[in-house]
């Protein structure tokens, strides 16, 4: 008899049409998109966390591989695995193929573009050709990322079910045997991959994972824990905590925590925080006005409204141009668009949490904008700014021009074999079993929002450059034997946080999406655990398959 697990705390086509109305004109005669879920588009809602399930179709399948998370690394599996002939389905979590690339994150965090191959070379390569490029563009506008991810799907013929999010997971032993999703699905499979950015299908099987920062001496480092170093998100000057100015006994200003700044490399359950990268365009016919949320709080930006006045000049200021006339917001600096502290407890939260924790990021974001372009103390040339830019109307036309994807920078990690660490990225240990390259620095945003010395400190920024490209080892992202033996994890690998916060960005993850299906798929022809899947034959396969990757070791 098989155990059941439930998730663990839960745990264009043309520009302007809806993501759903993409995915059905997609559809070809030979179904190589198959959706679940095809009710009335959310058309013209407001974002939300969760969406509708599968509108009680509760679907079926049975496949050699099920991968569960249409991020890029979801998609990378997902085709690698066709192309090897696999049976393959895809589980995407709401109605979004593409994750953070198709959900607002445009430009993208490339580190070295030389060790960047395979599967994620060649998206970076049809991106360009559509922008009519010689070459890969790594900064394009989200709709157009979710097309092409769409066509390759298709042409690979990977059968994609939206609306499928993991209610269950069924095991015997150490072995997978089926997935259940809410509505009613069941999704059995010979292998799984977990490509989701907040590990519930690996927490759900019983895999070990952490979540937040771990201490220094964990594994010798000394960019973990609580930390305090000059990074982006560092005041500059002493900004008043406190309601009224300078006054103490007045209390705390909204989204400034109690907990104190702790001591430099402790442990800390807290992980970096999130946003919304929105996608924005100049004002005129392809721009929406920042909206007001129906419940702004004023006093919710009155930190703002000191530091602007302090002179600082850059609550909005990263903003990375991108075709069609159109930007990418990020955040800059200490007091932006970072719900800074908002993030807590996600990772391992229930669906209803996350859903609350989602809906606080949006308020505050929309709010923030709204403030900028209209608070009178506001200076006049940043409401000049704000009020020049909207967001762009052909972009998110179903969520009033808002992504539905929060930026989930961090959330669980696995714990396995072998643990990327701050030697592999600063390249004083080397693994032997290498699959890809990691090359940005090493990027925590801030965690949270103290006090010290009666004045505001950002925690937890760390931005430290890498002395070059780095690798990632295969057992990163291969469960412990005695936990899962058919289960690859691309996303929330095994890593320490600082190893995360340099190879979390996207061009990795699809390249260790990639691998997993390797992994997974040579695993189920051998019929042996995903552990006793060779690495030099693994190594052969990437490759052939034009990934970088350092000589062989003697």
């Not at 080397?430 to 945003?445: L, N, T």
């Amino acid at each position: 008899m098989g155990e059941t697990r439930r998730p663990g705390g839960s745990t264009t086509s043309g520009r302007g049409r809806s993501r759903r109305e993409i995915l059905l004109l997609g559809l070809g005669a030979a179904g190589a998109l198959a959706l679940a879920g095809c009710g009335d588009d959310h058309a013209d809602s407001p974002a939300h966390y969760l969406g509708p399930v599968d509108n009680g179709q509760a679907p079926r399948t049975d496949a050699d591989l099920c991968v569960y998370g249409a991020t890029p690394a979801g998609i990378a599996a997902a085709v690698q695995a066709r192309r090897m002939g696999l049976r393959t389905t895809l589980l995407a979590f709401d109605d979004e193929i593409g994750g953070m690339m198709s959900g607002g994150l445009s430009a993208t965090d490339t580190g070295y573009t030389s060790t960047i191959g395979g599967f994620a070379r060649e998206i970076f390569a049809a991106i360009g050709e559509h922008y009519r490029s010689t070459g890969p563009v790594y900064n394009f506008e989200p709709h157009v990322a979710r097309d092409v991810f769409v066509a390759v799907l298709k042409k690979a013929g990977v059968r994609v079910l939206t609306r499928q999010r993991l209610a269950e997971v069924v095991l015997s032993g150490n072995r997978i045997r089926w997935i259940n999703t809410d509505g009613g699905g069941t999704h059995r499979a010979n292998a799984f991959v977990d490509a989701s950015y907040e590990g519930d299908l690996l927490a759900a099987a019983r895999v070990a994972f952490v979540t937040g920062r771990e201490s220094n001496g964990e594994y010798g480092e000394t960019l973990n824990g609580v930390q305090n170093r000059p990074a982006g998100s560092t005041f500059l000057s002493c900004v008043s905590p406190y309601r009224r100015d300078g006054d103490p006994t007045s209390g705390l200003l909204p989204d400034v925590s109690a907990n104190g700044l702790g001591t430099t490399g402790q442990q800390s359950p807290l992980g970096m925080d999130f946003c919304f990268r929105l996608c924005l365009a100049h004002a005129g016919s392809n721009a929406r006005p920042f909206p007001k949320p129906a419940a702004y709080d004023p006093e919710r930006y009155e930190l703002h409204r000191r530091y602007l006045a302090a002179g600082n000049r850059n609550v909005m200021s990263f903003l990375v141009e991108l075709p069609g006339r159109k930007y990418d917001l990020n955040n800059s600096g200490p007091v932006s668009t970072n719900l800074v502290g908002g993030s807590a407890n996600w990772a391992t939260a229930d669906y209803a949490r996350r859903e609350q924790i989602y809906q606080d990021h949006l308020a505050y974001q929309q709010g923030l904008l709204w403030f900028l372009a209209n608070d009178p103390a506001v200076p006049a040339w940043q409401r000049t700014q704000a009020r020049s830019l909207g967001l762009a109307a052909d972009e998110f036309v179903d969520s009033d021009n808002w992504p539905r994807q929060l930026y989930v920078r961090e959330a669980r990690r696995m714990v396995s074999d072998y643990v990327a660490t701050e030697a592999d990225a600063s390249g004083t240990r080397r693994c032997p079993d290498p699959i890809a390259y990691a090359s940005f620095k090493v990027d925590s945003h801030a965690v949270q929002r103290v006090v010290a010395n009666n004045c505001l400190v950002n925690e937890g920024g760390v931005d430290v450059p890498v002395p070059g490209p780095w690798t990632v080892s295969l057992r990163s992202i291969l469960p412990r034997r005695q936990e899962c033996v058919n289960l690859v994890v691309p996303v929330c690998v095994s890593s320490s946080h600082v190893a995360w916060s340099s190879l979390r960005m996207e061009p990795v993850l699809m390249m260790l999406g990639q691998v997993a299906a390797i992994a997974a798929g040579t695993g189920i022809r051998r019929g042996v655990a995903v552990q006793d899947v060779a690495y030099p034959e693994i190594r052969a396969a990437l490759q052939r398959l034009r990934l970088p990757l350092p000589a062989a070791a003697a």
